[in-house]
């Protein structure tokens, strides 16, 4: 998120991979034309384009051969990747400061009408891709044609190693006190959150049921209950606690490997008191009772060949126990699967079209 300083020890720098670290990732990447030839000549699939099996194909080999500082170098920051989509979008970059080292990254016009608030994946290690923003842009641009002005905001909270939990948590009840202190009703607030972005909505949840107070988190007190949040292939389980992880690792985008990988910088130095609130799966079984009463209805989906399915599916069946809302869409394709459909240009994928249809009725729904 923000810039490091060359003061600071390189091992809680963001984005600092040594000189070894730039040499072999220079080594690592050499046989990716090569993967991508082969991809093109011999593989298909029934469901997905020929470009987006390439695509597809491509991300799995970045982010399982390249370590973290590796990646961090090769992406940039989360401001980095905003302030490139707004050039390339022809687009004001809209930035807004909240406090606690963070901000609001607005995709598009600025309106404090209809809000939905992005929490973007990445693990908690890498920023969103420009392909997460052309995918919010849709959304923002087909609900407005339908009559309903909405507008997003992006929280950019900070990443691993320069933050540890809950720091974002920290960042995303702010982004959230703050658009509540500007007028925005929670009945009119709507949240999307993709892989660790999930993750975090659901920490925000398990916050507003059981405060952090020990860590300093920021009061949560809500006048309504949220109107909806929506979590594209959730980050439930960042240690593989039951050993189904490796379900996908023929077929995903992620491997078993990669996110035990990512889990374990991440759950570093969480202390087991915390777990609850990081690890959905490792919640008490009634951590969820009373969670009805903060959001009014949730979706969640999966993608029927990713790593996560299986403990996505284990996280609905104890999440629909205390919720009478919250629907599971087991849908064709990979981890984040609706967000890579962006990255080639493809925009009306079933799940896509089911997540605007869905923001269309909770915005159109009168509050009580």
Known sequence: M????????????????STMDKIKMFFSLLPLPAVLIWTLLFKSSNTRSK???????????????LNIRQLQHYTGTTRQV??????????????EEIGESSNLLWIGERSLDKVIVYLHGGGFVIPPTDFNLKLLNHVRT????????????????????EAAFPTPLKQAVTAINHLMNLGVDPQNMQFIGDSAGGNLILQVLGHLLHPLESERVPVLSLPAPFK????MSPWVDLSDIFG??????????????????????????VPAKHLDYIEANSAAEDWWKGVDAFVDRVLISAGRDECLKNEIIRFHS??????????????????????????????????????IDWLTLGFQEPTP
């Open 2 to 17: 923000s810039e490091t300083s060359p003061l600071m020890p390189r091992a809680i720098q963001y984005g600092r991979p």
């Open 51 to 65: 470009k987006r099996v390439v695509f597809d194909r491509s991300l799995h080999f970045l982010i399982n051969t």
């Open 82 to 95: 905003y302030n490139s989509w707004c050039k390339a979008s022809k687009l004001n970059p809209e930035i």
């Open 142 to 161: 087909v609900l407005r044609e339908r009559g309903v002005n909405v507008s997003i905001a992006m929280v950019e909270y900070s990443l691993v190693p």
């Open 228 to 231: 909806g949040a929506y979590l």
């Open 244 to 269: 189904t992880l490796s379900s996908g690792d023929g077929t995903d985008t992620l491997t078993a490997r990669l996110i035990k990988y990512w889990g374990s910088e991440v759950l570093g130095p």
């Open 318 to 355: 104890t999440f629909d126990n205390f919720h009478s809302h919250a629907k599971l869409e087991v849908h064709d394709g990979v981890h984040n699967d609706p967000m890579n459909d962006f990255a080639v240009g493809e925009k009306n994928g079933i799940m896509v079209n089911m997540l």
